[in-house]
């Protein structure tokens, strides 16, 4: 089984797949263009992150998908467009990564009946209570991954709370 990013951001989307490939697994990404991806490690599926039957085929033997959401808008057509046949095909859990708690994210999340893990990232340049940088996201990602059970989660990394949630304590 593996990981799928959908669409990723370029600096989140490394830091993610270098943590989980340094943990062994299978990364895969889906993107519009193929950039560095294959350079990185990860397999490339190229094409429009929106078209369904490609997110489909994408999520064949995936067992967690990733988002990585990193400005102020959140793009929900794209999170709408791929929880339905990434459930078709067997998906998991998702796991979201938000400047944000954003309640049409977690509304879509809640929707696709899948377990899923939503990591509040903080927005840069707002005062965060803590700058999360790429690599600690990543490492919730993979603390997420590796989660038991069927977890609906929303993790706040700038918070205390957040990281003892997934036992990332080490960052205070």
Same mark, same amino acid.
């Given at each position: 089984?593996?990981?799928?990013?959908?669409?990723?951001?370029?600096?989140?989307?490394?830091?993610?797949?270098?943590?989980?490939?340094?943990?062994?697994?299978?990364?895969?990404?889906?993107?519009?263009?193929?950039?560095?991806?294959?350079?990185?490690?990860?397999?490339?599926?190229?094409?429009?992150?929106?078209?369904?039957?490609?997110?489909?085929? %994408?999520?064949?033997?995936? &067992?967690? *998908? /990733?988002?990585?959401? #990193?400005?102020?808008?959140?793009? +929900?057509?794209? !999170? =709408?467009?791929?929880?339905?046949?990434?459930? %078709?095909?067997?998906?998991? &859990?998702? *796991? /979201?990564?938000?400047? #944000?708690?954003?309640?049409?994210? +977690?509304?879509? !999340? =809640?929707?696709?009946?899948?377990?899923?893990? %939503?990591?509040?990232?903080? &927005?840069?340049?707002?005062?965060?209570?803590?700058?999360?940088?790429?690599?600690?996201?990543?490492?919730?990602?993979?603390?997420?991954?590796?989660?038991?059970?069927?977890?609906?989660?929303?993790?706040?990394?700038?918070?205390?709370?957040?990281?003892?949630?997934?036992?990332?304590?080490?960052?205070?």
């Amino acid at each position: 089984m593996s990981v799928l990013l959908i669409d990723p951001d370029d600096e989140l989307g490394a830091a993610i797949v270098a943590r989980l490939l340094g943990e062994g697994d299978e990364v895969r990404v889906l993107a519009a263009q193929p950039g560095s991806w294959k350079d990185r490690g990860a397999f490339v599926a190229t094409g429009d992150p929106l078209d369904t039957d490609l997110v489909e085929r %994408a999520c064949t033997n995936v &067992r967690t *998908i /990733v988002f990585t959401f #990193t400005g102020r808008s959140v793009h +929900l057509s794209l !999170l =709408d467009s791929a929880l339905t046949p990434a459930a %078709a095909a067997g998906v998991d &859990r998702v *796991i /979201v990564c938000v400047p #944000t708690p954003d309640q049409g994210v +977690l509304r879509a !999340l =809640d929707a696709s009946g899948l377990s899923y893990v %939503a990591i509040v990232t903080g &927005r840069r340049g707002f005062l965060p209570k803590r700058t999360i940088e790429p690599t600690q996201v990543a490492e919730a990602v993979n603390a997420a991954d590796d989660l038991v059970g069927e977890p609906k989660l929303v993790v706040d990394l700038t918070s205390e709370e957040g990281l003892a949630e997934l036992k990332l304590g080490g960052h205070a």
